[in-house]
């Protein structure tokens, strides 16, 4: 993982150093507005949306007035929540509701193209890579809360594509809003009949120095 980090910060900053004129770097951080998609219609309709947040380092290289590669390194916390009826035998043989956040951190490295289509304000698209590293699911019950690891049922990258739009002003202020739409089966050893899939609105606000 220390590699990885290592690279991926010298992906983003190499380019400044040899063209420092064109070169652009800073911070951002904001919500994710965060969820997935089974292969299941059923469980589909259970899941609610979580919200996040990221974090990290943005580099930009201007190759024109217009064009410009954008490179992030980003703490992504996704995920999602999922309620299920639980069959308490032991209990009366009630049936109580099971409350389940699925919470979900990354290191993600997204590599935008922008576009610049008119004074700061740009199309971005472009593809992410997310490498896993946590992952827990919160249980609550009749007013009691655990809290399993479940890193080990999940694949350890992930790939997405996102699509988005940003403002830039003079001062080094800007916005992004996103939707990164996943590709890759988080799911591990579950057979190819069930996938899970990330999907992310991401919401961000920083400056670049």
Not at 93 to 103: G, H, L, M, P, R
Not at 167 to 183: N, P
């Amino acid at each position: 993982m220390k590699k990885v980090i290592f690279i991926s910060m010298l992906l983003i900053f190499a380019t400044g150093n040899l063209f420092a004129q064109d070169f652009y770097y800073g911070l951002k951080a904001g919500p994710n507005f965060a969820t997935v998609n089974t292969s299941e219609s059923e469980m589909n309709d259970a899941i609610e949306m979580r919200t996040a947040f990221h974090f990290g380092a943005v580099g930009e290289y201007a190759f024109s007035d217009q064009f410009s590669i954008q490179a992030e390194l980003l703490y992504n916390a996704v995920g999602y929540k999922y309620s299920d009826d639980y069959n308490m035998a032991q209990k009366q043989a009630s049936i109580a509701t099971v409350d389940q956040t699925f919470k979900i951190d990354y290191l993600s490295i997204p590599i935008l193209a922008k576009y610049y289509v008119a004074d700061g304000f740009s199309l971005q698209a472009g593809p992410q890579v997310g490498f896993l590293l946590a992952a827990n699911v919160e249980l609550e019950l009749d007013g009691e809360t655990e809290t399993n690891d479940f890193k080990d049922n999940m694949e350890s990258l992930d790939f997405g594509l996102g699509f988005g739009f940003g403002y830039k002003i003079e001062t080094g202020l800007f916005a992004d809003a996103r939707y990164v739409l996943g590709l890759a089966n988080l799911a591990k050893d579950e057979g190819e009949d069930f996938t899970v899939k990330n999907n992310v609105i991401q919401v961000s606000v920083g400056y670049m120095f």
